[in-house]
């Protein structure tokens, strides 16, 4: 696994501990920015971007189910692993109602903790990739900054949801798309009144791409799509 790309908000009152984690996180490859309190971790998350949250509970100026719940209500996906001395049952099914990941009691092996982060990071839906030019879908040309699907003289101006899945199904063509994985891909969630919401996008778009035969939006029951393009 590439740690390299991942980044880790820590946020720990314990000065020593912050570090010792610090140290042995980045030298495991990870970026991390530690904060010493509920609130300047709060703001930390506002301004950069993260790929997962530790968080102890007991903390100043805003205790870490306070802050779980507000990274939670900006960004549902975002993984966090609790780190606390707490280890109360209560606190803990606390921490799982809030959508936290893993839980783990101080003092606790850094080794440990290290194979659960990669765990956590190993299912992340892979990053969609950015398309910044028009490039061509068969007889189409796709121009994703403008949300335009253009064949000879007809263009077709799409709404941001249809551009953004199909722009998903071309950077994975080919290949199996699970249906969990597209709807955290396009909506960050997967839940059923997406998913149906997601079937009438499909659909949309096949009307779209019906003119060119060499196109097709397959649908591989029980688990998603595919998007087929003959080269």
């Known amino acids: 696994m590439d740690n390299k790309r991942h980044k880790i908000l820590l946020a720990e009152d314990d000065l020593n501990l912050g570090m010792l984690l610090l140290d042995f996180l ?3 490859g990870f970026e991390v920015r530690l904060c010493r309190d509920g609130e300047l971790a709060w703001r930390a998350f506002e301004q950069h971007s993260f790929d997962m949250c530790l ?27 609790f780190i606390s001395a707490k280890s109360l ?6 921490a799982y109602g809030l959508g936290a990941d893993d839980y783990i009691c101080k003092p606790f092996d850094e080794e440990e903790l290290l194979w659960k982060i990669r765990a956590i990071l190993r299912r992340l839906p892979e990053p969609m990739p950015l398309l910044k ?17 253009q064949m000879g003289e007809h263009l ?34 997967n839940d059923y009144f997406l998913g149906r919401s997601l079937d009438v996008f499909i659909s949309k778009l096949r009307k779209y791409l019906k003119d060119d035969e060499s196109l097709s939006i397959e649908t591989v029951f029980g688990v998603g799509f595919i998007f087929n393009v003959r080269e």
Not at 89 to 94: C, G, H, I, S, V
């Open 156 to 189: 077709k101006r799409m709404t941001e949801k249809e551009s953004e899945v199909l722009h998903y199904l071309f950077c994975h063509k080919n290949k199996v798309i699970k249906r969990e994985e597209l709807l955290e891909a396009v909506w960050g969630e």
């Open 89 to 94: 049952k209560a606190d803990k099914l606390q």
């Open 26 to 28: 980045e030298g495991e």
């Open 55 to 81: 968080l102890d509970i007991m903390m100043p100026k805003m205790d870490g189910f306070a802050l779980a719940k507000l990274i939670k209500e900006k960004q549902r996906q975002m993984p966090i692993i």
């Open 133 to 149: 030019e028009p490039v061509a879908i068969g007889e189409y040309w796709f121009n994703p900054g403008n949300q335009s699907l």
